[in-house]
């Protein structure tokens, strides 16, 4: 290729690039396969390795730094970045509205209203559509340069598209680390011994500050625009809505949410119509904003120290808050893991009184450094089990720390803690009280036996009075016997009665499930059923040949077949099926429509989890597995499907995307 062919073929592909970027990141509509994409992407690359020359830094081959920044510089911006007033409750809100009416002698204002991302404002600089530096808000006017860490964001573009680009454009915007991405993140650095982040807002301004993009582009951080600064140009942008549609067609990511409302009263729907979906927004909120919408209103307003008098932050009550540890309990799981759990002192976090958070393991005790009598921070993020977050360390005296008790606190028993395991557990097994009631409570849970009405406080009651020992003794339970108990009536007693009869026809895979074999969840008790049929064939089954089964590890064969080595066990399950526990046995695995086919899953699939589409082909006869060789007969493709399918084309397997997939175990037939 000469150097003009290649100086246009790259310049093509960028823009490509660049626009299936957009659909994908901004538009949340990608119009190509994510291999595709790497193909173009390869493509330049090659171009771009054959002649250096043509590189330029805007090319999307170039997000990465060469080398670590030594120092974080400053950065003026052009105009000061302003913060936002906070407003608590209605009153407040009513005051803000009554306030700029006056001001601006008018009887209605218009507003736009958009969520309050909880995460680090940025202002990024374009210059003629391409980005020339990005900073933090710093003071206001002066901000660190995070210009390398900015360019290894995926969805902020490097280079602006679509019309009347303007000469020179400050966007103002939200970086934010999804939940997801937060978890993940902290996963791997205790993994290594890292820095563990204390929510998503801290782990993304550490990665922003990093000076290595290295580190950046492997955090997961999202960029949402809000707004503009300084901006030189010719279009005249007379309202905020207009801003933010005009930002979406340059190319950036704004928020879906914000809404355009003609009213305080329509503030307010949207204050409380956006609080209900905080838990299950991806990233966090902290409130809404709303900003006076026309722009000849808001110079009209102007500002004071530093805060726009045409916006307002109306805060949600926090995620976060202070409260002392009184003690710290220890709870005796189904397998006989010991949890200590802390007793607060009652705390209201986010509307709920919170009395008790889980601490996990002892690991995460000694990690945090909790002691008893520490004043912790609190956090209860959607339907998250509240959890704590750090200790104050200031503000300790007078504390104890807590001891792992060597003896069972329910049945007395030894505890121990097996080399390279976290957990300590119980020994007891089912002589534990403890261990047993919460066997019972996961027998009866509804993706076990599912038996309606039959909840945890009843099976305890149950426990304490002597009237079940084993889960079979369930089905033993007689309906003057429920009668008699706590909140207990005639009519409860006998939909209990009906709801232990009815859950008697079962599945194979559920009942596998039910009876809590240690590391034996519901996918993989599916696919012991699939693979064995009946009871009698999982009982004999041997760890050595349970291990050769896809996704069984050695520790989970060898929980299987020592659970079925228990005569103990042998006989529960017999006492159930003598009570009249069954279920239908499927048809011969051979008469199964992808019999002895065999499948690899790759990429992330967005038709359904996983190990959902895994349990689908289990449950048709096939087998799914890890490694692409020429005995697989399908590789099922989702997005970045990556090296295994590369693998596939290379051996001339047959892929599938989602679709075909999908249509392919609906009709139970090859395509
Ligand atoms: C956040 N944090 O989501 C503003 N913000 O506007 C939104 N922040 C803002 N707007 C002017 N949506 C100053 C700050």
């Given at each position: 290729?000469?150097?003009?062919?290649?100086?246009?073929k790259?310049?093509?592909?960028?823009?490509?690039?660049?626009?299936?970027?957009y659909?994908?990141?901004?538009?949340?509509?990608?119009?190509?396969?994510?291999?595709?994409?790497?193909q173009?992407?390869?493509?330049?690359?090659?171009?771009?390795t054959?002649?250096?020359?043509?590189i330029?830094?805007?090319s999307p081959?170039?997000?990465?730094?060469?080398?670590?920044?030594?120092?974080?510089?400053?950065?003026?911006h052009?105009?000061?970045?302003?913060?936002?007033?906070?407003?608590?409750?209605?009153?407040?809100?009513?005051?803000?509205?009554?306030?700029?009416?006056?001001?601006?002698?008018?009887?209605?204002?218009d507003?736009?209203?958009?969520?309050?991302?909880?995460?680090?404002?940025?202002?990024?600089?374009?210059?003629?559509?391409?980005?020339i530096?990005?900073?933090?808000?710093?003071?206001?006017?002066?901000?660190?340069?995070?210009?390398h860490?900015?360019?290894?964001?995926?969805?902020?573009p490097?280079?602006?598209?679509?019309?009347?680009?303007?000469?020179?454009l400050?966007?103002?915007?939200?970086?934010?680390?999804?939940?997801?991405?937060?978890a993940?993140?902290?996963?791997?650095?205790?993994?290594?011994g890292g820095?563990?982040?204390?929510?998503?807002?801290?782990?993304?301004?550490?990665?922003?500050?990093q000076?290595?993009?290295?580190?950046?582009a492997?955090?997961?951080?999202?960029f949402f625009?809000?707004?503009?600064?300084?901006?030189?140009?010719?279009?005249?942008?007379?309202?905020?809505?207009?801003?933010?549609?005009?930002?979406?067609l340059?190319?950036?990511?704004?928020?879906?949410?914000?809404?355009?409302?003609?009213?305080?009263?329509?503030?307010?729907s949207?204050?409380?119509?956006?609080?209900?979906?905080?838990?299950?927004?991806?990233?966090?909120?902290?409130?809404?904003?709303?900003?006076?919408?026309?722009?000849?209103?808001?110079?009209?307003?102007?500002?004071v120290?530093?805060?726009p008098r045409?916006?307002?932050?109306?805060?949600?009550?926090?995620?976060?808050?202070?409260?002392?540890?009184?003690?710290?309990?220890?709870?005796?799981?189904?397998?006989?893991?010991?949890?200590?759990?802390?007793?607060?002192?009652?705390?209201?976090?986010?509307g709920?009184?919170?009395?008790?958070?889980?601490?996990h393991?002892?690991?995460?005790?000694?990690?945090?450094?909790?002691?008893?009598?520490?004043?912790?921070?609190?956090r209860?993020?959607?339907?998250?089990?509240?959890?704590?977050v750090?200790?104050?360390?200031?503000?300790r005296s007078?504390?104890?720390?807590?001891?792992?008790p060597?003896?069972?606190?329910?049945?007395?028993?030894?505890?121990?803690?097996?080399?390279?395991?976290v957990?300590?557990?119980?020994i007891g097994?089912?002589?534990?009280s403890?261990?047993?009631?919460?066997?019972?409570?996961?027998?009866?849970?509804?993706?076990?036996?599912?038996?309606?009405?039959?909840?945890?406080?009843?099976?305890?009651?149950?426990?304490?009075?002597?009237?079940?020992?084993?889960?079979?003794?369930?089905y033993l339970?007689s309906?003057?016997?429920?009668?008699?108990?706590?909140?207990?009536?005639?009519?409860?007693?006998e939909?209990?009665?009906?709801?232990?009869?009815?859950?008697?026809?079962?599945?194979?895979?559920?009942?596998?499930?039910?009876?809590?074999?240690?590391?034996?969840?519901?996918?993989?008790?599916?696919?012991?059923?699939a693979?064995?049929?009946?009871?009698?064939?999982?009982?004999?089954?041997?760890?050595?040949?349970l291990?050769?089964?896809?996704d069984?590890g050695?520790?989970?064969?060898?929980?299987?077949?020592?659970?079925?080595?228990?005569?103990?066990?042998?006989?529960?399950?017999?006492?159930?099926i003598?009570?009249?526990?069954?279920?239908e046995?499927?048809?011969?695995?051979t008469?199964?429509?992808?019999?002895?086919m065999?499948?690899?899953?790759?990429?992330?699939l967005?038709?359904?989890?996983?190990?959902?589409?895994?349990?689908?082909?289990?449950?048709?006869?096939?087998?799914?597995?890890?490694?692409?060789?020429?005995?697989?007969?399908?590789v099922?493709?989702?997005?970045?499907?990556?090296?295994?399918?590369?693998?596939?084309?290379?051996?001339?397997?047959?892929?599938?995307?989602?679709?075909?997939?999908?249509?392919?175990?609906?009709?139970?037939?090859?395509?």
């Amino acid at each position: 290729m000469q150097l003009e062919q290649a100086t246009k073929k790259a310049h093509a592909l960028r823009q490509l690039i660049t626009q299936y970027n957009y659909q994908y990141y901004v538009l949340d509509a990608p119009s190509i396969m994510d291999h595709e994409y790497d193909q173009l992407m390869r493509k330049l690359i090659e171009i771009e390795t054959e002649f250096p020359e043509i590189i330029n830094s805007n090319s999307p081959t170039q997000r990465l730094g060469v080398s670590p920044v030594t120092k974080l510089q400053e950065v003026k911006h052009l105009l000061p970045m302003l913060s936002l007033a906070n407003v608590f409750n209605e009153d407040e809100m009513h005051s803000f509205d009554t306030r700029i009416k006056e001001e601006l002698c008018v009887e209605t204002i218009d507003f736009s209203g958009e969520t309050k991302l909880d995460g680090l404002a940025v202002n990024i600089l374009y210059k003629n559509g391409l980005l020339i530096t990005a900073a933090t808000r710093g003071d206001g006017s002066l901000g660190e340069d995070i210009t390398h860490n900015i360019r290894t964001i995926q969805e902020v573009p490097l280079s602006l598209i679509g019309e009347n680009i303007p000469q020179s454009l400050e966007v103002r915007g939200e970086v934010v680390m999804t939940h997801k991405g937060f978890a993940t993140l902290n996963n791997t650095q205790r993994d290594k011994g890292g820095k563990v982040f204390a929510n998503p807002r801290n782990a993304a301004a550490g990665s922003l500050r990093q000076l290595d993009s290295r580190v950046t582009a492997e955090r997961p951080l999202s960029f949402f625009a809000f707004g503009i600064g300084d901006y030189n140009g010719n279009i005249n942008l007379t309202n905020h809505t207009n801003i933010l549609r005009q930002l979406k067609l340059w190319g950036l990511p704004v928020s879906s949410e914000s809404k355009r409302l003609s009213n305080i009263h329509e503030c307010l729907s949207y204050y409380a119509k956006i609080k209900t979906m905080r838990s299950r927004l991806p990233h966090d909120i902290d409130g809404v904003v709303f900003k006076v919408n026309e722009i000849s209103q808001q110079h009209q307003l102007g500002f004071v120290s530093r805060a726009p008098r045409w916006a307002i932050a109306y805060k949600f009550p926090p995620l976060e808050k202070i409260t002392q540890l009184l003690g710290i309990e220890i709870q005796v799981g189904r397998t006989g893991a010991l949890t200590p759990v802390a007793r607060l002192s009652p705390v209201k976090v986010a509307g709920v009184l919170i009395t008790n958070a889980t601490l996990h393991n002892f690991d995460e005790i000694k990690r945090k450094d909790i002691k008893i009598g520490d004043w912790v921070y609190v956090r209860r993020a959607g339907d998250v089990i509240p959890e704590i977050v750090g200790v104050i360390k200031e503000k300790r005296s007078d504390v104890s720390e807590f001891i792992m008790p060597s003896f069972c606190p329910a049945c007395g028993a030894d505890v121990v803690c097996q080399d390279g395991e976290v957990v300590y557990r119980c020994i007891g097994g089912l002589i534990c009280s403890a261990q047993r009631t919460q066997a019972i409570i996961h027998f009866a849970s509804r993706k076990a036996m599912n038996i309606d009405g039959l909840g945890s406080k009843l099976i305890v009651q149950l426990n304490e009075l002597g009237l079940i020992n084993t889960v079979a003794d369930l089905y033993l339970l007689s309906q003057e016997q429920l009668s008699g108990l706590d909140r207990m009536g005639i009519k409860s007693a006998e939909n209990l009665i009906t709801a232990l009869e009815k859950s008697k026809k079962t599945t194979l895979e559920r009942f596998l499930y039910a009876m809590g074999i240690r590391e034996v969840g519901e996918a993989t008790a599916l696919t012991i059923a699939a693979k064995y049929q009946s009871i009698t064939s999982i009982e004999q089954a041997t760890t050595k040949e349970l291990k050769t089964i896809p996704d069984i590890g050695p520790i989970t064969a060898f929980n299987i077949n020592h659970f079925f080595q228990q005569k103990y066990n042998l006989e529960i399950i017999q006492s159930l099926i003598l009570a009249g526990v069954y279920w239908e046995t499927k048809s011969d695995a051979t008469s199964l429509p992808f019999c002895d086919m065999v499948f690899v899953l790759t990429g992330s699939l967005s038709i359904m989890p996983r190990d959902e589409a895994k349990q689908r082909l289990l449950m048709l006869g096939g087998k799914v597995t890890e490694k692409v060789s020429k005995k697989i007969n399908y590789v099922i493709y989702g997005q970045n499907p990556g090296s295994k399918y590369e693998r596939a084309i290379e051996l001339g397997i047959k892929t599938l995307n989602e679709e075909s997939f999908m249509k392919m175990i609906e009709k139970k037939v090859e395509p």
